[in-house]
């Protein structure tokens, strides 16, 4: 009997369609261990390596179809400010996307990106794009449409929920990121309050202000403050999570350092960390001291510099996130730290790595550019909705039933 892909693949115990597969049942996939009864991930990753170096000549500037992924497509003309195609395969027709769903357009998306890493607030952010909108109107000869504020921060929370799909999609399969230290760091920082200096006279004594007028007092700052707490490889300089949480407490700690075990691959032979009892209650749940070695001292057992990029990228969302407060959030702020934590992993290019990125150094594939958010975005969109197809590349096949997954062979 022969079997055919979709016809085969939908009767399986796990009953799923490898045409209608999502980034989301393949990181379930892979987080179930199911994955590689069906896929050979080596396969897989060695099919990306090889088109991130064909990306830029063959597909950045090629339209394909969302829905089946062909990239036979064809452009019909409309009033619309968008392109719409049509797809001559599944005959579906569809309008130009990018890696969110949103009717602007794809460099408003890596702009707010690009500024957002760089620390910008949103108003700056604003600016920038109406400032930029005018130089493609002439080059482009339409009308760009320009978020408003609050549409920039709906932006930025569905493309960290994006991102933060994909950087998990990667890790898991290349299996997981093997590190020998790993370094825990909550970047806990005191607020500053305003102090009255009491000032004195020559003979020593206090000097009395004459009563004035009473004037409002300042409200104290209440916006958003959070703690980052970041998992570090400084081996290969990569982060392997930065959870934001409002309170260290020990609930943060285990959710942080919990999400950062399932992205490793093996258990790393060192854990370093502040001396705070929360950190080390929930370094032992996660990482015992029988297969762990711990390090946790009051001073940071580190050496000067090697968080010093992060701290820095901290520094920047802090004080972005300290000058808006209508439309913030906890799933904004998560936005913003996934944000930055791309730009550290994939963007930054390393001179102690010879000019690549963290990512590129763990093994991951994508566009050589670590520079370009325009272009990572539109390599992310590539994966993200071409999945099935790059996936039927590493399908397992078994002679004699050449679409049956190696576990049913019995």
């Known amino acids: 009997m022969v079997y055919t892909l979709d016809s085969f693949i939908s009767k399986t115990q796990e009953n799923f369609d490898i ?58 003309p409309s009033g619309y400010w968008k392109k719409r195609f049509l797809c001559l395969d599944c005959g579906k027709t569809f309008m130009q996307f990018g890696v969110i769903r949103t009717h602007f357009d794809d460099w408003v998306v890596g702009e707010v990106a690009e500024k957002l890493s760089q620390g910008d607030t949103i108003r700056e952010i604003y600016k920038s794009l109406v400032n930029k909108a005018s130089a493609e109107d002439l080059k482009r000869g339409n009308n760009n449409k320009i978020p408003d504020e609050k549409s920039i921060y709906d932006i930025t929370e569905r493309l960290g929920e994006a991102l933060s799909k994909y950087t998990e999609f990667n890790v898991l ?44 007092k300042k409200k104290q700052d209440t916006g958003p403050f959070f703690y980052p707490i970041a998992c570090f490889d400084p081996d290969r300089l990569f982060l392997v999570n930065l959870h934001p949480a409002f309170k260290r407490n020990f609930a943060s700690f285990n959710l942080a350092i919990g999400r950062t075990v399932t992205l490793l691959n093996g258990l790393p032979e060192v854990v370093m960390g502040d001396k705070l009892g929360f950190m080390i209650k929930a370094a032992e749940r996660h990482l015992p001291r029988s297969l762990v070695k711990h390090i946790f001292i009051k001073r940071k ?32 702020i998560k936005s913003m730290v996934i944000i930055a934590q791309v730009n550290e992993n994939y963007l930054e290019p390393r001179k ?53 997954p190696s576990t049913t062979a019995n």
């Open 301 to 332: 057992p580190w050496r000067k510099g090697e968080l010093k990029l992060i701290e820095r990228k901290i520094k920047d969302i802090r004080r972005t996130l300290h000058k808006q407060r209508k439309f913030g959030t906890f799933r904004l």
């Open 173 to 216: 399969l290349t299996g997981g990121i093997s590190c020998k230290r790993l370094f825990i760091d909550d970047f806990y920082s005191k607020r500053t309050k305003n102090r009255k200096l009491k000032q004195t006279t020559l003979g020593g004594g206090v000097l009395k202000k004459p009563n004035v007028s009473k004037r409002k």
């Open 19 to 76: 045409n209608r597969i999502s980034i989301d049942d393949a990181i379930k996939m892979l987080q179930t261990g199911t994955f590689d009864k069906y896929f050979d991930r080596h396969k897989i990753l060695s099919y990306l390596k090889d088109l991130t170096k064909r990306f830029e000549s063959e597909f950045l500037s090629r339209e394909f179809c969302k829905h089946c992924g062909s990239f036979n497509v064809k452009e019909i």
């Open 352 to 404: 102690s790595l010879g000019g690549k990125s963290a990512a590129i150094n763990v093994g991951i594939p994508y566009p050589f550019k670590p520079y370009c958010w325009n272009t990572f975005l539109k390599w992310v969109r590539f994966v993200i909705y071409r999945l099935p197809s790059i996936l039927k590349v590493g399908l397992k096949q078994i002679p004699g039933t050449p679409l049956r």
